[in-house]
């Protein structure tokens, strides 16, 4: 390995290091997305076995809730994207969370396996700058002799 081919192994690594720290941010994104819809369907639940009526408390996030009286129990209104949001049975709007709560879980083990191929790359480029990196300091070092 030459100067050059040095200098750009290292500009590699480094590279790889950035793409690591972007992933890692998007998977902070995507465990966010996923707890608040897990947290969702979970309200949806305890929801969906009240009567018409009755009293209840309900997550507004950030560990807050609201004093509330069920006037639909069996319905509730979902976003659709672009701010648009419909209403649904409760079992639909279920649904709905679930499909997507799968399509987050499938996106975040795409970037986990993204990730750790980054990091394989990195390790073994790592590696191979460790062993040049060593064979020139034996050179060195015999011609110093």
């Known amino acids: 390995m030459n100067e050059d081919e040095i200098r750009a192994s290292l500009a590699t690594i480094e590279n790889y290091k950035e ?26 639940d305890g929801i969906s076995k009240l009567k018409k009526g009755q009293k209840t408390l309900v997550p507004i996030g950030a560990n807050t809730y609201i004093h509330a009286v069920i006037d639909e129990p069996d319905h509730a209104i979902i976003g659709v994207g672009m701010e648009v949001s419909v209403e649904k049975t409760m079992e ?22 993204h990730m750790a191929v980054i990091i394989e790359k990195a390790n073994t480029l790592s590696t191979t700058l460790q062993s040049e990196y060593e064979r020139i300091q034996l050179e060195n070092a015999q011609q110093t002799n």
Do not use: P, Y
């Not at 793409?19 to 949806?44: D, K, M, P, S, Y």
């Not at 799968?102 to 795409?110: E, M, P, Q, R, T």
């Open 19 to 44: 793409q690591v720290v972007a992933i890692e941010g998007q998977l902070e994104f995507v465990n966010a997305t996923l707890e608040e819809h897990h947290r969702a369907r979970v309200t949806l």
């Open 92 to 113: 639909d709007t279920t649904e709905a969370l679930l499909s997507r709560i799968s399509d987050l879980d499938a996106a975040k083990k795409g970037m986990e396996d």
